[in-house]
């Protein structure tokens, strides 16, 4: 079909483009501490879990029973746990651990709550009734007690772990989704669409979604920090990531028994998901400043 | 395709049930093809609903309403679109904040399986009187009368030979209003489109309109040809009173 050589000039042009938006938007981001801050931290993270083998200096599994409970220092940069586990590279491994739960999370969040949310805002009617009481209902369960409900039935395991936190996270996003789509739905620009013959499912994807996904992504940034804590939480109380796993929540658990005498324990995985969830809510802070149509497309 | 647009017994009402509000009580009129149609009343007499109904963007109305001789409930989406376009009055809320001028036009083109994007966007781009090197501006790049020819754009790629056109200059300034009007006039000579205008101002029907139709609390009190203006040859009284203090007004300035 010919609407695929005039789609070839389109592509090309469309490539810089969007790459000059993320060149705007970090930008953006970096001028101001806070969200630096955030973006930086968050840098960090993906790099140590990208080079995981090469910084940490031991293997997470590795026990050495001849040395346990070491303070830092003495070839351990944090000290060893009551198996003689190297802490520091555990936190360094747990960090994929950590990144892995944050991503699968958001990615089924994100348009779960998206789809759900822009279609009640934009249909209205029965169906918005209908979808925005099932919401309804997800929001009312403490998000956490929900998880350890789906746990308890699915069976304790990091697996389960997503599954329960990404469960209870949507229903916020689907409400923000919604509030967003019906302030656009009366526009002009959506009655253009329609005299132009586009379906309702067009008039989402392509005019509802592109504006209530700023709102939505940093919905999605500022839930982060809250899925990171979730999933600590779950690990702290045994039903996320199983032992040996290095999990920060469950790194803390474990060490919560020799607590008193040997601090290390459980101060850096506790300051690892302070930091890391902190992060998470200054970038989040700073994207909603950045994200801004006019900050977007300036050339 | 002959577009002379038939309105009988139009009726709307919104609400239900006692709190029920009717908008339009009986609009009846008929535009000839080819012709351009002003709809002038004052501000909340349903001049815009009667569009929106014509477009169905509203579809619970009572009544018929034919183009080309046939029902518009009976006319599939997809030609609807191609029959008849419609152009806002507002240039600032009616283009998507977040798509390119690119976007905007070659949507309509994709949704109806069109070829020649290309082409097409380029040949509508230079009949509204801008240069090709607005495709790939954003909205917040272009002034409103740039933005409102890009309005116009989008309502002609589709080469409907119908526009209803809803107060298409009252958002703009005084010097740009008349460059969109003369736009319109020369692509209804290029093109033989049909028009439906509504407006508060009888100058631009005046300009442009072959006929009026003057509404009052959703009803059409009188149809006049524009000849009827000058010296005010209105019979209804509320027509003449209206006619009567544009005139005046006019006159004044």
């Known amino acids: ?299 | 395709m002959t577009s002379n647009v038939d309105i009988r017994d139009l009726s709307i009402s919104f609400g239900e049930g006692p709190a029920a509000v009717k908008v339009l009580p009986g609009v009846t009129f008929s535009v000839e093809a080819g012709e351009c149609f002003g709809l002038v009343g004052e501000s909340g007499s349903g001049k815009s609903t009667v569009l929106r109904c014509i477009s169905m963007l509203t579809d619970f109305w009572q009544g018929s309403i034919t183009v080309g001789g046939r029902d518009i409930r009976q006319i599939p989406r997809l030609e609807r679109c191609r029959l008849l376009q419609m152009v806002f009055q507002d240039p600032y809320g009616s283009l998507h904040p977040r798509q390119s001028v690119r976007t905007t036009l070659s949507e309509p083109l994709k949704i109806h399986g069109l070829d020649d994007h290309e082409g097409r966007m380029r040949r509508v781009i230079r009949d509204v009187g801008l240069t090709a090197d607005f495709i790939d501006r954003f909205p917040h790049q272009m002034s409103g009368g740039q933005r409102q020819r890009i309005a116009i754009a989008r309502a002609l790629i589709l080469e409907p030979s119908l526009l209803l056109l809803d107060e298409p200059t009252s958002a703009l300034d005084v010097s740009v209003q008349a460059e969109i009007l003369n736009l319109l006039v020369r692509l209804r000579e290029e093109r033989g489109l049909t028009y439906i205008m509504v407006t508060h101002d009888l100058a631009v029907v005046d300009h442009m309109c072959d006929r009026f139709a003057v509404m009052l609390h959703g009803e059409v009190t009188e149809v006049l040809p524009r000849t009827a203006i000058d010296g005010n040859h209105a019979t209804h009284p509320y027509a003449r009173e209206l006619i009567g203090a544009s005139l005046e007004y006019e006159g004044a300035l």
């Open chain 1, 1 to 299: 079909m010919t609407v695929k050589d005039t789609d070839m000039p389109r592509q090309a042009m469309k490539m810089p483009s969007s790459l000059i938006v993320l060149r705007n938007i970090l930008g953006f981001l970096m001028r101001s501490p806070t969200s630096a801050f955030g973006l930086i931290v968050l840098g960090l993270l993906i790099v140590i879990a990208a080079f995981a083998p090469w910084i940490a200096t031991h293997d997470p599994y590795a026990q050495d029973l001849a040395n346990t409970l070491q303070a830092p220092g003495n070839g351990h940069l944090f000290g060893t746990d009551e198996l003689g586990r190297d802490i520091f590279s555990r936190l360094v491994w747990g960090s994929r651990i950590s990144l892995t739960i944050i991503f699968l999370v958001s990615i089924v969040v994100g348009p779960i709550g998206m789809i759900v949310g822009t279609t009640a805002g934009y249909m209205g009617g029965r169906l918005d009734t209908v979808m925005m009481r099932i919401t309804d209902i997800f929001l009312s369960f403490p998000s956490l007690i929900l998880s350890l409900a789906f746990v308890a039935a699915l069976g304790p395991s990091l697996n389960n772990a997503i599954i329960a936190i990404a469960l209870t996270a949507w229903p916020p996003i689907a409400r923000l989704a919604r509030a967003e789509a019906m302030t656009f739905r009366k526009a002009d620009y959506i009655a253009a669409a329609r005299l132009q013959g586009a379906s309702d499912m067009r008039i989402i994807f392509k005019s509802i979604m592109p504006m209530c996904l700023p709102s939505v992504l940093i919905r999605l940034t500022l839930n982060m920090a809250t899925v990171i804590l979730t999933a600590a939480g779950l690990g702290f109380l045994g039903l996320g990531a199983q032992p040996p796993m290095p999990e920060w929540g469950a790194m803390i658990a474990t060490g919560r028994r020799y607590m008193i005498d040997s601090w290390w324990l459980v101060t850096f995985p506790g300051l690892a998901i302070l930091t890391v969830s902190l992060a998470f809510n200054l970038l989040g802070d700073g994207l909603r400043d950045a994200l801004d149509p006019k900050q977007m497309n300036r050339r």
